[in-house]
Each structure stands twice: as C-alpha cells, then as structure tokens.
C-alpha cells in the first residue's frame, strides 16, 4: 500500500512539473510574439554608433501578398574624411507597424545624424547634412529667388537629390531649419496644388520610375494601404493587451507576496 501511495505522489508531481513547463514555455512564447523588435533603420543606427554623420533614406518599398510580408530599400549616405559616400541595402523586411508609420515617407530620411546629433524626424532627402551646409556648396540667386548649389567636387549630390528637377529654394530649406528640424516634426515641403513637395506621393518620388513601390499599379498599392493600416492597429492592440495582462500579472504577485510577508511571522 505504502508503495502504491508513493507512486501516485511521484506521478502527481511529474504532471505539477509538466504542467508548469508547458506554461512557462507558453508564456515565453506569446511574450516573444510581442516584445518590441529593432527596426531595421534601428539596426542600422546601431551599426553606424561611432560616425558622427550620416543620413538614411528610404528608397523603395514593397509587399508579397503570397508572403503577407512588407520590405524597405534604403540608401545609406555617410563621409569618410572630405568625401561623401552612398550606398543601398538589400530588400529588408519590416514588421507592419513600421511598414504603416513610413507609409508615406518614401524618398525621405528616416534619420540623420548631425554632429553627434540624432534624429528619426522624416524630411527631404539631404535637408539634414548637406542643403545648407558651407562645407558641401552655396545659395545662389537665381530669377530673384536663392537656390542651393553644390560645389564641383560634390556636384553628384546634385544628381542623386535630383534637383535639377526640383530644385531646393532657401525659402524651403530656411521653413524645416526653423520650424521642424529639432522639433520632432516632419516636414514634407511646400504645399501645391498637386500635394507636397516631397514623400511617398509627391511628384519628387514619382519621378524615380525605376522604384518597385512605383511600378505598381494604383490599386494595388491602395488595397496595401488599407491592409496595412488595419494589421498595425491590429498588432498594437494585442501588444497593448499583453502588456496590460503582464502588469495585471505583476501586480497581482507583488501584492501575494506583500500578503504573505505582513501573515508571516513565528508563533508565540
């Protein structure tokens, strides 16, 4: 009889032992589901910690309905000495949170780093670093109006912000180092009847024909849209929940504890 008993309680506590793994092992895995995960910019940031300028773009963009994933392309622009150096990344996939907050900032810097200096305010692409800046070219006045112009020997910044077609006036320039840049705004440019100067549907970032995110027909890239903006409200809720649930948890065991150490105590 003895032995019987203490095979129940041996298999007693294998299923207490098995039970509370196969729990911790799903609590793991659902906290894992919504931990906070670096973006691939972050990543980026993080690789690029000891330069003390540098500018990310966000290229091109993309979605594989099959894969129902999102990607980002980007152009990563730094010096090296008095030279300036510019380079893209392969397809990086995103999550769609990111994906949904950069919906419309195609063609633009996602971040820059100035002096030391870190932002991840959107604005036109070389607005941070090099429009304005003494070391790279000058205002000109051209018609009545100041015009930014690159020196000889970074005339191809000229080329790669494309602004013989969308030239930088001071007046531009001068709004966003006033009234956005350190202000956690993001600008986009002046306003026409065609819409902003500058993001995803702008004229500026249409004109890059050779864009996957452009080739695209209209109706995809609005069905995307949508989509995309109802998985991140979707992903943010759950994450809000599991966060909310965790806290609840948390709590909940701070105030057994304190319960059991106020009962506490030796007898008399």
Known sequence: MQNGTSFLKAIGVLLILAITLTSCTNSSQNKARTTYQKSPVDILIRDMATERNFTILLLDMDFKEAEKKYFHKYQIINEVGDSIRSKETPWKQVNDIFFDANVNNMGMELASKKDGKLSKIAAPPGYSNYVGNKQYGQWKERDGSRF?????????????????????RYSYWNDYNRNYYGRGRSYYGPMSNRGNMYGTNSSYTK??????????????????????????????????????????????????????????????
Do not use: D, H, I, L
């Open 148 to 168: 930014w112009e690159f020196y000889g020997k970074y005339a191809f910044m000229s080329s790669m912000f494309r602004m013989a077609m969308f030239p930088v």
């Open 207 to 268: 004109s890059n024909t050779s864009s996957s995110w452009n080739k695209k027909p209209a109706t995809f890239k609005s069905r995307v849209r949508s989509s995309v903006s109802r998985s991140a409200t979707a992903t943010k809720t759950r994450r809000a929940r599991s966060t909310a649930t965790r806290q609840s948890r948390n709590s909940s065991r701070y105030s057994r504890s304190n319960t059991r150490s106020r009962s506490g105590g030796f007898g008399k």
